[in-house]
């Protein structure tokens, strides 16, 4: 399931794949997921198959465009605040409450980007999502990458995924996390 879900060109995949495939499990032997219940699992196919057929995966590009648009509107915005009016208090303010809200929008359109959740073809994604992040934001989208490849391998486990890392006592709070910290 977390293959499907992850995987949008199946044909791909399977090319690449195949040559590491040595054989399938017997029915009986054990999955690593013993304890999920199987009508739990043909519920979740289920739901999966009738969302996909409705088609509420596929991407709407007017409005991924609308949202690139206001990010640039908004990133503008806060530098003709700060160049029309000069950097007195309230226009310093404004083009900074403009300046960052383009700069949280713009993380969270290139981390659907770097999910390749806009086009339909990753390389489109992949290219947009250098835009963004490298020219826009001023950060690698590597590094992006790479941190956040590492946090859904692992996430939320302490030393293994990189959002605790970086703050581990903010993110100290349940039992579990306290306990390790």
């Known amino acids: 399931d977390a293959f499907v879900a992850f995987h949008s060109d199946k044909a791909l995949v399977k090319r690449?794949?195949?040559?590491?495939?040595?054989?399938?499990?017997?029915?009986?032997?054990?999955?690593?997921?013993?304890?999920?219940?199987?009508?739990?699992?043909?519920?979740?196919?289920?739901?999966r198959c009738s969302v996909e057929k409705l088609g509420l995966l596929r991407p709407n590009s007017t409005f991924f465009f609308l949202i690139f648009l206001h990010l640039l509107v908004l990133d503008a915005a806060s530098w003709l605040v700060v160049w029309h009016f000069g950097i007195s208090l309230v226009p310093f303010?404004?083009?900074?409450?403009?300046?960052?809200?383009?700069?949280?929008?713009?993380?969270?359109?290139q981390h659907d980007l770097g999910h390749c959740s806009v086009f339909r073809r990753p390389k489109w994604n992949r290219v947009l999502q250098v835009v963004v992040i490298n020219v826009?934001?001023?950060?690698?989208?590597?590094?992006?990458?790479?941190?956040?490849?590492?946090?859904?391998?692992?996430?939320?486990c302490f030393r293994k995924d990189p959002d605790l890392n970086m703050h581990p006592l903010l993110f100290s709070l349940g039992k579990t996390l306290s306990v390790e910290v």
């Open 93 to 109: 303010l404004a083009g900074m409450a403009l300046f960052t809200t383009a700069q949280i929008q713009m993380g969270w359109f």
């Open 136 to 156: 826009l934001k001023g950060l690698p989208a590597s590094w992006w990458n790479h941190l956040h490849n590492q946090h859904h391998a692992k996430p939320n």
């Open 16 to 47: 690449y794949l195949k040559s590491l495939l040595i054989g399938e499990l017997a029915p009986n032997q054990p999955s690593f997921e013993s304890n999920k219940k199987k009508s739990l699992l043909e519920d979740f196919r289920e739901l």
